[in-house]
C-alpha cells in the first residue's frame, strides 16, 4: 500500500518533505506524531492526526504517539494569539492517562507485532536534561534567525501581546522530540497538522546538525468548513473523544448536522471506505439531498470507529426517536439517563404531581404549561392530530393525563406538531 497516494486522494496531504514517499514504499518506518495534553479527553480535532496514524499503522509502519508531558507545560505558540495557561505535573499526569486510554481504542499496541504502536511521552527525556545542556548540546545547532523565520514565530512577534522566551524555545524543544525519537527509536518520520510545519522542520534539520541524519515530514491541512468557521466545534463547544463529556448520541447528531459541501470532504478523511465507494455515496446523495444519506454514513461510520457499534446503535435507535411515529415502545424502554440524553437542549415543562394524581385533562396541561397559548388552541391542534404524548396521537380533547403514562415515573414527551418537542417534568 502507497500510504501517501492513499492520503493525498482523501486530501490529508499539504507540506510533504522530498524522499517522504519514497522512504514509506523502502522499509517499515517508525511515524510520530505529538498530542498535547491540554485536557483528559481528545476531541474531533485530534481526529485527523489520529487517523495519520491508524492509516500508517494499516500500511505496515510503526506509529509513535507522543504525549507531550514536557511541551504540554510551555504550551505551543503556533499561530496562537496568546499564550496557554501553564499545567501543572499532576494535571499533566492526569491528561496523559486520559489520553493513553482513547488511543489504545484505536492504534495496535500487541508488543508480539513489529510495528506495534508505542506511547511515549517526551517528559521522559527532558527530565533529566538541565538547562545548560540543553543550549550548549541542542541550542547552538539552530540560529536565531533560523528561529525567527518561521511564520508561526513572525505572527506573534508583529502581534500586540509578542511572545515570550518559553514559547520561542518551544520549536527547539519539539524538534529535539524528533531528534530523540530519531536516535532511540529509529523514527523517521514526523506527521501533524499544517500549523506545525515549522516546527517540525526545525526537527530534521537539527537530526542532520547533530548526526549527519535524514529524517521525514508531511502535515495535513487544518480543517475549516465550508463557510471558513472553525471545525470541531458545535454549539454546545467542543465535540469530545469521552463519552462522559460528548455523549455517543450528541456525536452522531453532530456528523449527521454536517453541511452538504462539509460532508463530502469529511467521508473522504474521517472513513476507511474505499474511493469508488465514496464517490457512489456523493452521486446518490446528489440524486436526492434531502435524504442526507452522504451524513448518515459519515455520522454511522465515524460514532462505530469512535464509540463502538453498541454505542452506534443506540444512537441511531434515538435518532429515530424524534423522526418516526411507531416508536412508542423504544420510548418506553429507555433509562431515565438514556431519556435526558436524547432530549438534551429540549425544552423543559413543569406539571404537578397532585395533578397526575387526580388526572389531568389536556387541555388544561397544554394551556397551562404554555405549549399551546389558550385551551381554544389546543383544541384546534388535538383535533388536527397535532398532540402526541410519548409518541402517540392524543385521539380527543377529553384525554386525561395520569401516573400511568408517565416514564421513569417522571417525565412526559409531548409532541406538538411536527418537530415541536417539550419533556414535562413531574414536581
Known amino acids: 500500500m502507497n500510504l501517501i497516494e492513499e492520503l493525498r486522494w482523501r486530501g490529508m496531504v499539504q507540506d510533504i518533505m522530498p524522499g517522504t514517499e519514497e522512504q514509506l514504499l523502502k522499509e517499515m518506518t517508525a511515524a510520530y506524531v505529538g498530542f498535547d495534553p491540554t485536557a483528559d479527553s481528545l476531541h474531533i480535532g485530534s481526529l485527523v ?16 504517539a507522543l504525549v507531550g508531558g514536557a511541551t504540554g507545560m510551555v504550551g505551543d505558540p503556533s499561530f496562537k494569539a496568546e499564550e496557554r495557561k501553564m ?11 486520559g489520553i493513553k486510554a482513547q488511543l489504545e481504542k484505536f492504534l495496535d499496541f500487541d508488543p508480539a507485532k513489529p510495528n506495534a504502536a508505542e506511547m511515549v511521552n517526551n517528559f521522559d527525556w527532558f527530565k533529566n536534561i538541565s538547562f545548560l545542556d540543553f543550549i550548549r548540546d541542542t541550542g547552538k545547532h539552530i540560529t536565531v534567525n533560523y528561529m525567527m523565520s518561521k511564520d508561526s514565530v513572525k505572527r506573534r512577534l508583529e502581534g500586540d501581546s509578542g511572545m515570550s522566551f518559553t514559547e520561542f524555545t518551544y520549536q527547539l524543544i519539539q524538534g529535539y522530540d524528533f531528534f530523540h525519537l530519531y ?11 499544517s500549523d506545525q510545519w515549522g516546527n517540525i522542520v526545525t526537527g530534521t534539520e537539527l537530526i542532520r546538525r547533530k548526526v549527519g541524519g535524514e529524517a521525514f515530514a508531511f502535515t495535513c491541512p487544518l480543517l475549516k468548513k465550508a463557510d471558513g468557521s472553525k471545525f470541531g466545534k458545535s454549539e454546545r463547544g467542543n465535540v469530545w473523544l469521552d463519552p462522559q463529556k460528548t455523549s455517543p448520541y450528541l456525536f452522531y447528531q453532530f456528523w449527521v448536522k454536517t453541511t452538504d459541501e462539509d460532508a463530502k470532504n469529511y467521508i473522504r478523511i ?3 471506505l474505499g474511493q469508488e465507494e465514496i464517490n457512489e455515496l456523493i452521486a446518490a446523495h446528489e440524486q436526492d439531498p434531502g435524504k442526507r444519506q452522504l451524513q448518515k454514513r459519515l455520522a454511522e461510520e465515524l460514532t462505530r ?24 415502545d423504544v420510548l418506553q424502554s429507555l433509562t431515565e439517563s438514556q431519556l435526558l440524553e436524547i432530549m438534551d437542549g429540549v425544552p423543559q415543562v413543569e406539571v404537578a404531581a397532585a395533578d397526575l394524581e387526580a388526572g389531568k385533562d389536556i387541555l388544561s396541561f397544554l394551556a397551562e404549561t404554555n405549549i399551546l397559548p389558550s385551551k381554544g388552541e389546543a383544541r384546534k391542534m388535538i383535533q388536527n392530530n397535532g398532540i402526541s404524548i410519548n409518541k402517540v396521537k392524543v385521539s380527543g380533547i377529553d384525554a386525561i393525563l395520569d401516573k400511568s403514562l408517565l416514564l421513569n415515573d417522571k417525565y412526559l414527551l409531548v409532541q406538538r406538531g411536527k418537530n415541536n418537542y417539550y419533556l414535562a417534568i413531574v414536581k
Open 49 to 64: 492526526p489520529i487517523l495519520l496514524l491508524v492509516h500508517l499503522q494499516k500500511a505496515g509502519h510503526k506509529p509513535l
Open 87 to 97: 499545567l501543572d505535573l499532576e494535571t499533566l499526569a492526569h491528561n496523559q492517562q
Open 183 to 193: 536516535t532511540e527509536k529509529n523514527c523517521k518520520l514526523q506527521m501533524g497538522g
Open 270 to 272: 474521517f472513513t476507511f
Open 305 to 328: 470507529f469512535v464509540h463502538g457499534q453498541k454505542e452506534l446503535d443506540f444512537a441511531l435507535k434515538a435518532s429515530d426517536l424524534l423522526f418516526r411515529n411507531d416508536t412508542a
